[in-house]
Structure formats: structure tokens, C-alpha cells
């Protein structure tokens, strides 16, 4: 609390000289880009404990218009408000004005311990741990904590004048709000708004632009009688105090301005810092965001974005240590395959069986083995809109053996250590990874039909559903060569292939149309579980996983979603792709 003090009166008391911060050298922005979607996908956010009140877009060309009668939050579950992290936000907002020239209270106890609480509990989450790991990772950080610390606190909390008071710093202009005469020109952060508004120094007028649940942009008054306009500011919505913090932290100091995908949107984050006096010194956050473009069941949108193949050097690294692990996938010999004739559009039809020949005896391998028994016991239900059955007794015993056979490979235990090199959430042991992380988001259910629980990650790519007329997921070669030998496939034609390392195709399956479906043809069903995992996890929702397969340029498409069940997050789909 000492060194809080005596940092401020330093502050307050020397001429403040500015100038702008060179640019952080060989920081890969790629690799920001990458860690970030990481923080994003593993944030405890809130989307379930929000209820948000869009109501009417806002007037640009009459700002005075409040088009939006009502609060933008209309609930805040307590469970939220009660989370150290928040209740650092809300300790700390009634020592701040919105005016930026009035003085920040830095003589009060009362602030210094509440900044002092505020940077404690933050510094205890898991995405400050992650970032300070990255951070000294990309060479921005050394490993001394207690420099970590001065650094924060010289980001968010050391005060500088926009004129002549010492009246702003980074917590002001991301948590609390900021006005520079009648305009309020800084704000971030969506449950400061909620602590604003509830408290009616804000008045939301409505929304200009909005992600529904990740991100809006809109405009509102603030002040004593509404006094102060912010004509227009975007701030992410749902996202843990921490991660923002983090995200923020990050960008600042290492200087770039990173893409981020955040539920399977990408929204940029600058951060842009000042240097006070031989420190940096956060000078405000903008978060900017085009119109909802998350992929549909169909998978369109940005997730079929084609990418040059560019990887990340420590996933390709992982890859090519799977497939030299990955001893169970098919030989050229035991499998062959038979593409049939190239298709635009759809307009497929029934083509020759697209396995011509499988060496059964390749199913004797232990993860075939376990994963053909859930098939032949029929435990999944396909029909999405049918709850599927209570994970219990001999339904659980067959997914738990496929499980911990899967997660035994040699595949998955080198994934498994990729995801504890990036600092993975509950990865201090496999055991607990599996219990906490993994189980939930492959076992998980949730609804594709507004209701019943009748989906899961594993259901969806590893045995397939159907939805109406249409099949969805099945992105497994094992699962399609059972079904085909059922007689229940009929194969149409193939848009790409490389070689018989993977294709994408269409096909019908009992009647139901996959216009484009795909899976790898040359991997053992270990592998795809292990690197989807990864991708999933470590590479955040989207079109975001890159690398290469015997010289093959490869992209995995993952998304998640909250489990309906409660258990935490799901997978929603992770599917490859040829480029």
C-alpha cells in the first residue's frame, strides 16, 4: 500500500511529459491473435446470468433522441456481483468523476487499499497468470511478480492530466467512463455500464451496431441531468472482468492491435497507451466489430474462410509428433478409397460406394475396438430433437472405455502437454483436465431444437445427427464405413480430396443430405479426437487452427457453446478441412 502511495505522489507532484511508446520489438501479433482467442474460449463468462434490453437502434443524426425507454441490463444475476473480480470494479467506481479534470482522490486509504484489492484479486485469476506467462514468453516481461505488479499498476491506476488535474487513468477510461468537457470520449466495459446505469448516472439510447451477447456498440448520456453525451462507444459484453483486463494488458504492452474470436466472432482491441513521465500509462480501449458473421449449423460464413496454410510452429510442431505417434491410422493397403466423380454446387448424385475396400482387421486395435461398440450398442440418439439418454450405467461405461482409451494414446498425451506448455486451464493433472475440462466438453449435452437435450460434441463428429431433412457433424471415416456397410450411405461425389489423407464430399445418410460433409480418411479416430481437442481449446472458435498433415495444408473449424446441461462448455462441432 506504501508503494501505491508514494508512486501516486510522485505523479502528482512532477511535470507530466508525454510521448508515445515505440513499438515492442518482435512480438508476433499472430502469436497475440492466437493466446487470446486461447483466454477468450476458456473465460467463465456470463451469458446465461445476463439479461440484456437491446430495445430500438440509436439516432446518429439526432443524439438527443433516447430511443431505448428502457435499461440496457434488465438482470444481473447476484452470483456475478458477488465474484471478487466485480466487486473490485464496483469498490473502486465511486472514487472516480467522469469529468477528466477532477482530481483523483490518491491521498484517500480507502483508495489505496481497494486499488490494492483490485490488483490482487486480479493477479490471482487465471487469464493474468496465463497473460504474465505469455507476456514474458514474447520477451515484453521478465519473470519478477513484483515488476509484473508495478507494471499494472502504472498501466491502470497511475493518474495523469488530460489538462492540468491529474483527473484520469487506464481503470477511469475503461471501467468508469471518462468526459473531456460535455463528452464522454472513453468507456469499455459492460458491467461498469450495468454499475452506471443502475446507479442512473447513465441513460443507454439505444444500439447502432450489436453482436447479440458478445458485443455492442450504442449511445448514451451520463452525468448530473443526463449532462454529458457519448455519441457513440462499443464495448464487449459477458466477458469476466479478468479476461478484459488481460486482453487489454496484453495489446498495451506489446503494442499491437489483436483480432480476437470471442464465441465465434472476430472483434479487434486496441489499446492505446501514452508514456507519462518515463511510464505507460493506458490511454484508452476501443473495441471494434463488423455485423454477426458466426457459422451456421451449415458452417458458412467465416468458417469456410480459405486460408495459405500459415501454422503456428509449436501446434505444427504437435502435429507432426501425432502422426509419427499415431501407429493405428490405415495404410494405403488396408484402406482404399474410391472419389468418384468431382461435384460443384450439389449436384451430386449416387456415385460407387467411397470405400471400396477396409481391412477389418484393423478394428482389433483397442480404439477402434471401444468406439465400434458405442456404434453397435446404439447409444446415441440421432434425431436432435429427442433428449438423448442419461449418461448412467452401461451407456456410461461404454463412453468412459472409448474415453480413457482415447485420452491413453500416445496422441493425446502429446496434446495434452501442448495444452499445459500454453498454461490450459485445470492442466496440472490429466485426471483432473479430463474430469473438469474434457468430459463436459465432448459428453456435455445441449440443444440444436430449442429444448430437449439432444446433442453432445461427441454425438456430433463422432457418430452424426440429423435435423430435419439434413444431416449434422458426422466427421468420422469409422462411423461413415460402419453406416456404409449397413447399407444406410449413399455417397454423390466429392468436391476436393488430398490424396486419402482427407476429403470433402457430399453424400445422404437413411435419407438425410449432407450437402458438404468431410472428415480425414487417413488418421486413426485418436488423432482427430486429440487434435480436435486442441484446436478447439488452445485456437478459439472459428477458422483459427492451421497447420499441415504429411505436407498437406490442414484448417480445423471448431466452435463451442455452453452446455445445457450445466457442466460447462461444449463442443459444438470441430471438423477439418483440405485447403
Request: charged fraction near 15%; charge should be negative.
Amino acid at each position: 500500500m506504501m508503494i501505491l502511495r508514494s508512486c501516486t505522489l510522485i505523479l502528482a507532484t512532477a511535470v507530466l511529459v508525454y510521448s508515445f511508446p515505440k513499438p515492442v520489438q518482435n512480438v508476433d501479433l499472430a502469436a497475440v491473435n492466437t493466446f487470446l482467442s486461447s483466454l477468450a474460449a476458456s473465460d467463465k463468462r456470463t451469458d446465461s446470468l445476463v439479461t440484456l434490453n437491446y430495445q430500438n437502434m440509436a439516432s446518429k443524426k439526432n443524439p438527443d433522441h433516447d430511443n431505448a425507454k428502457d435499461n440496457l441490463f434488465t438482470k444481473v444475476d447476484n452470483s456475478v456481483m458477488e465474484t471478487a473480480t466485480y466487486l473490485c470494479i464496483a469498490n473502486l467506481q465511486p472514487y472516480f468523476q467522469l469529468d477528466s479534470d477532477t482530481a483523483i482522490s490518491t491521498d484517500d486509504s480507502n483508495y489505496a487499499t481497494a486499488v490494492d484489492s483490485f490488483l490482487t484479486n486480479f493477479m490471482n485469476t487465471d487469464a493474468v497468470k496465463q497473460a504474465f506467462t505469455f507476456l514474458q514468453a514474447q520477451g515484453v516481461l521478465t519473470n519478477d511478480i513484483s515488476a509484473f505488479h508495478q507494471k499494472l499498476y502504472n498501466l491502470w491506476f497511475a493518474p495523469y492530466a488530460r489538462n492540468q488535474v491529474a483527473g484520469t487513468n487506464g481503470f477511469k477510461v475503461v471501467f468508469n467512463g471518462e468526459a473531456n468537457g460535455k463528452t464522454i470520449n472513453r468507456f469499455a466495459n459492460w458491467y461498469g455500464f450495468y454499475l452506471q446505469e443502475a446507479a442512473n448516472i447513465f441513460n443507454y439510447h439505444g444500439w447502432f451496431t450489436k453482436i447479440n451477447g458478445i458485443a455492442i456498440d450504442l449511445q448514451f448520456v451520463g452525468g448530473p441531468s443526463d449532462a454529458d453525451e457519448d455519441l457513440e462507444t462499443s464495448f464487449l459484453l459477458n466477458t469476466s472482468p479478468e479476461f478484459e483486463f488481460a486482453a487489454y494488458t496484453v495489446a498495451a504492452l506489446t503494442n499491437t492491435q489483436p483480432t480476437v474470436v470471442i464465441q465465434g466472432e472476430n472483434v479487434d482491441i486496441q489499446a492505446a497507451t501514452l508514456t507519462v513521465n518515463g511510464i505507460t500509462v493506458l490511454d484508452k480501449v476501443v473495441i471494434s466489430f463488423g455485423e454477426s458473421n458466426k457459422a451456421t449449423t451449415k458452417h458458412t460464413g467465416s468458417a469456410t474462410t480459405k486460408h495459405n496454410g500459415a501454422t503456428d510452429a509449436a501446434l505444427q510442431t504437435l502435429v507432426d509428433k501425432m502422426w509419427a505417434e499415431d501407429q493405428d491410422r490405415p495404410t494405403a493397403a488396408q484402406v482404399t478409397m474410391n472419389w468418384g466423380a468431382h461435384i460443384s454446387g450439389k449436384s451430386g448424385s449416387k456415385q460407387s460406394n467411397l470405400f471400396s475396400t477396409v481391412d477389418e482387421s484393423i478394428f482389433n486395435k483397442k480404439q477402434y475396438a471401444d468406439l465400434i461398440t458405442t456404434y453397435t450398442q446404439n447409444l446415441l440418439t440421432a434425431d436432435v430433437c429427442k433428449a438423448e439418454p442419461a449418461m448412467s450405467g452401461f451407456r456410461k461405461q461404454y463412453f468412459q472405455q472409448v474415453f480413457d482409451t482415447f485420452t491413453a494414446t500416445p496422441m493425446f498425451t502429446s496434446a495434452f502437454a501442448y495444452l499445459q506448455s500454453i498454461n490450459y486451464k485445470e492442466t496440472s493433472s490429466l485426471a483432473n483436465f479430463k474430469t473438469k475440462v474434457l468430459w463436459p466438453l465432448w459428453f456435455g449435452t445441449y440443444s440444436r431444437c430449442k429444448g430437449p437435450l439432444g446433442s453432445s460434441g461427441w454425438e456430433h463428429v463422432f457418430s452424426g445427427e440429423i435435423k430435419g431433412n439434413g444431416v449434422d457433424g458426422q466427421h468420422d471415416w469409422t462411423r461413415y464405413y460402419m453406416e456404409q456397410k449397413a447399407d444406410h450411405m449413399v455417397y454423390e461425389g466429392y468436391y476436393s480430396h488430398d490424396e486419402n489423407l482427407i476429403g470433402t464430399f457430399q453424400y445422404q445418410w437413411n435419407g438425410a443430405t449432407k450437402p458438404t460433409g468431410g472428415f480425414f480418411t487417413g488418421t486413426s479416430p485418436a488423432f482427430d479426437f486429440s487434435i480436435f481437442t486442441v484446436c478447439t481449446l488452445a485456437h478459439g472458435n472459428g477458422a483459427n487452427c492451421h497447420f499441415k498433415v504429411n505436407n498437406f495444408p490442414i484448417t480445423v473449424v471448431s466452435y463451442t457453446q455452453a452446455c445445457g446441461d450445466g457442466s460447462g462448455t461444449c463442443l459444438a462441432t470441430s471438423y477439418p478441412e483440405n485447403q
